[in-house]
T-cell receptor, first 114, second 112 residues
């Protein structure tokens, strides 16, 4: 397996634009997670899915953020409209279960909003 | 509520020496796991070690071991014989049946 795949690796956009980050989890993993990493807040869990269903989105900062998982092999995190304070590295991770199983992280998407 | 606190934003250690990274947590879950992830400059997140809360024996993975004090809700990571490749950001985390939290990280510098 190629591991968790994220695209794009880098994204530079202007304030107000829509940004879509993509993730392909490891095949067979039932859980998918979206994280945001910043210097100030460290690694924050934004939302996670179990079998394509969003379970906990309490970490999503505001309504400008939305995440979907239309099938077991694809998820998106969308920011609309984007703001400079959204600049961060966004990670996607997948695992077999929530407890006890290793989460496998993608390489991350570095987002810069000008 | 569940929280994970890493009180040391930065630590340094001399090569070949031992260093301990601190982590405390708070959870209402009766069953949970604790873990440490390493993030080197490549940005890739790598699982270092994990501990099942119901197990009293501290987990060990080669040069990495934990000191799990359940009553004190403490889960520190000890790195023995530190190597240059250990230089990274280290994240402590906790996962229960319904939630998952990471700390803010500790940046470890290894001095040659």
């Amino acid at each position: 397996d190629a591991g968790v795949i994220q695209s794009p690796r880098h994204e530079v956009t202007e304030m107000g634009q829509e940004v879509t980050l993509r993730c392909k989890p490891i095949s067979g993993h039932d859980y998918l997670f979206w994280y945001r990493q910043t210097m100030m807040r460290g690694l924050e869990l934004l939302i996670y899915f179990n079998n394509n269903v969003p379970i906990d989105d309490s970490g999503m900062p505001e309504d400008r953020f939305s995440a979907k998982m239309p099938n077991a092999s694809f998820s998106t995190l969308k920011i609309q409209p984007s703001e400079p304070r959204d600049s961060a590295v966004y990670f996607c991770a997948s695992s077999l279960a929530l407890m006890g199983n290793e989460q496998f992280f993608g390489p991350g998407t570095r987002l810069t909003v000008l | 509520a569940q929280t994970v606190t890493q009180s040391q934003p930065e630590m340094s250690v001399q090569e070949a020496e031992t260093v301990t990274l601190s982590c405390t947590y708070d959870t209402s879950e009766s069953d949970y796991y604790l873990f440490w992830y390493k993030q080197p400059p490549s940005r890739q997140m790598i699982l270092v070690i994990r501990q099942e809360a119901y197990k009293q024996q501290n987990a060990t993975e080669n040069r990495f071991s934990v000191n799990f004090q359940k009553a004190a809700k403490s889960f520190s990571l000890k790195i023995s014989d530190s190597q240059l490749g250990d230089a990274a950001m280290y994240f402590c985390g906790a996962a229960g049946a319904n939630n998952l939290f990471f700390g803010t990280g500790t940046r470890l510098t290894v001095i040659p």
